[in-house]
């Protein structure tokens, strides 16, 4: 089991920035993938970013050279740096891990973002 608490959230202005944390109560380096999603209200809830142990990264494509995904030396803290905020980013965001040879399944709570035009 692991649990998983993020922070970071918050009101920003469009083109603002934030840093979203996940602080995890085991090393993310246990797991195939660590990812950040996101939910709108009324909206799935979808993958924002990825990284995967190894160390390659994946992104959506409507953050793309706006997020960065990374992880502390010990793998217990990940963040999402994001930058040039848009109001369509609005969204609660959680973290969430993938186990090897399973889809992800262990998740946080959530931290909302919001974003004025």
């Known amino acids: 089991q692991v649990q998983l608490v993020e922070s970071g959230g918050g009101l920003v202005q469009a083109g603002g920035s934030l840093r979203l944390s996940c602080q995890a109560s085991?090393?993310?380096?246990?797991?195939?993938?660590t990812g950040w999603y996101r939910q709108a209200p009324g909206k799935q809830r979808d993958l924002v970013a990825t990284v995967i142990n190894g160390g390659s990264t994946t992104y959506a494509d409507s953050v793309k050279g706006r997020f960065t995904i990374s992880r502390d030396k010990t793998g217990n803290t990940v963040y999402l740096q994001m930058n040039s905020l848009k109001p369509e980013d609005t969204a609660v965001y959680y973290c969430?891990?993938?186990?090897?040879?399973?889809?992800?399944?262990?998740w946080g709570q959530g931290t909302q973002v919001t974003v004025s035009s």
């Open positions: 969430a891990l993938q186990p090897y040879l399973a889809s992800f399944k262990y």
């Open positions: 085991r090393s993310t380096f246990d797991f195939r993938a």
